[in-house]
């Protein structure tokens, strides 16, 4: 099968995006499919870091080409913003990237009105990313969004950009208590954007199809991770796309049955970013201790991760949801220097032990966690290549996490350097 998919098997931040630029080596198309520039992923290539929103992962390798998906909303401004910065450092983003005519744009009012109901939320609010992620899913499903097709076609953004303020400027006055948002100066600068993005534009549905047909090998790189699906997750508490593998198919147009292997991301402990339920959540300088050692700080909005234990009932899971076909544990060694490291595999409340993830969110939350106990190892394992070269608590570790969830190790990073990982 010619497809393959890195995808998030917690709440995001697994480092997917280091997963994805290994892979993106032996791959010709690298793929989004879903979320927005909500996402940051991080990849660090020597002295350099790169931060990416929504530009693949892959442009990094030269000559791949990368797209981005009718599933993803794209917000024009910060899209050019990404491109020109990747382009002054070197890239050639122009050359590799292309954006499909069906994907929702990330209008200047969804930032608006994504802060203005995390504000009247208080303190029930999501903590989202503000990003206007959830309004601009909101309008893709209401069927009043502007697809990437009406950007670029002044004519078609003067009757929907109008159409659409003049709801939101009601909702902005009358509800939220806000001022109104100017039709002109937004119409301007959306049509400056929309001529930069233009000739990025193409039927990816067909370019994806026919380059499978052809036997290109395609990549799909997931956002966030199972926990945050609109679906799957903790519901409210999460994003606005299906992050799960279901989504590769209606985000990008590639049908079920060429949708192959699937590389599930899992870090070696547990974050979170934003409010919602954390059973493995570790609170004080144990917590602060994980923050500090993995750099535990959101790459989109800088804000410190919650941080916890692994929770196996969760990464069974999203086995499950994704059909996740090998793991790839990431960051093992910020583990390092633990004398115990602890993994959840089950849930207890009011004395019943439970061994999956309750829907609603309010269980979830009164769930306390199970644990066992493995020992830990204090060795520096960043220099490690092979399985062999770990402690041998290390090792045990990783048998005992495929035996938990099930499903066989592929990789294993020991760093953020790109050769810092195990291949096995
Ligand atoms: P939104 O996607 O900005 O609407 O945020 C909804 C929830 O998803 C919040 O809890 C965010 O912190 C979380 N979230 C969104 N994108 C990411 C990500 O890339 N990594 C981790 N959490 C994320």
């Not at 497809?3 to 994805?20: L, Q």
């Not at 509800?175 to 049509?191: G, S, T, V, W």
């Not at 402990?269 to 994980?290: C, H, K, L, N, W």
């Not at 115990?340 to 309750?358: N, W």
Request: net charge neutral.
């Amino acid at each position: 099968m010619p497809s393959t998919s890195v995808i998030g098997m917690v709440w995001g931040d697994e480092a997917k995006a280091r997963v994805v630029d290994i892979f993106a080596e032996k791959t010709d198309i690298v793929v989004r499919y879903q979320g927005g520039s909500n996402a940051g992923h991080t990849v660090i290539v020597g002295d350099e870091k790169f931060v990416f929103h929504l530009v693949p992962s892959g442009v990094l390798r030269p000559g791949k080409l990368c797209v981005i998906g009718n599933g993803v909303v794209v917000d024009p401004e910060l899209l050019i913003e990404e491109v020109e910065g990747l382009e002054a450092r070197g890239i050639e983003v122009y050359k590799q990237l292309v954006i499909s005519d069906r994907a929702h744009m990330v209008m200047p009012y969804h930032k608006v009105l994504d802060a203005a109901t995390e504000n009247s939320l208080g303190s029930g609010k999501v903590g989202t990313t503000l990003r206007g992620i959830g309004p601009c899913y909101r309008d893709k499903a209401g069927r009043s969004g502007i697809r990437a097709a009406q950007l670029v076609d002044p004519d078609s953004l003067r009757v929907l950009l109008a159409r659409n303020l003049e709801h939101v400027n009601k909702l902005l006055t009358r509800i939220y208590d806000r001022e109104p948002l100017e039709f002109e100066p937004m119409y301007e600068k959306l049509c400056k954007l929309g001529r930069k993005m233009k000739p990025l534009l193409k039927d990816t549905v067909q370019l994806l199809n026919d380059a499978l047909k052809n036997g290109k090998r395609v990549l799909f790189e997931g956002a966030q991770g199972c926990m945050l699906d609109i679906d799957f997750g903790t519901y409210p508490y999460l994003t606005s796309s299906n992050t799960t593998a279901g989504g590769i198919c209606t985000g990008s147009g590639v049908p079920p049955k060429m949708v192959g292997e699937i590389t599930g991301v899992l870090k070696a402990y547990a974050t979170r970013v934003g409010e919602g339920p954390f059973p493995t959540e570790v609170f004080g300088p144990a917590g602060d201790e994980i923050r500090e050692k993995g750099a535990e700080y959101g790459a989109t909005t800088g804000r410190p991760r919650r941080c916890g234990w692994l929770d196996g009932v969760v990464a069974r899971y999203a086995a499950t949801v994704n059909g996740v076909d090998n793991l790839a544990i990431t960051k093992l060694d910020v583990l390092s220097g633990q004398k115990a490291v602890k993994v959840c595999v089950a849930y207890e409340h009011d004395g019943t032990r439970y061994d999956t993830v309750p829907g609603d969110y309010r269980a979830l939350e009164a769930c306390k966690p199970v644990y066992e106990e493995l020992p830990g190892w204090c060795e520096d394992i960043s220099a490690a290549r092979r399985l062999s070269e770990l402690p041998r608590a290390a090792q045990d570790y990783l048998d005992y996490l495929e035996r938990l969830v099930g499903a066989r190790i592929g990789l294993v990073s020991v760093g953020s350097e790109r050769d810092q990982v195990i291949h096995v």
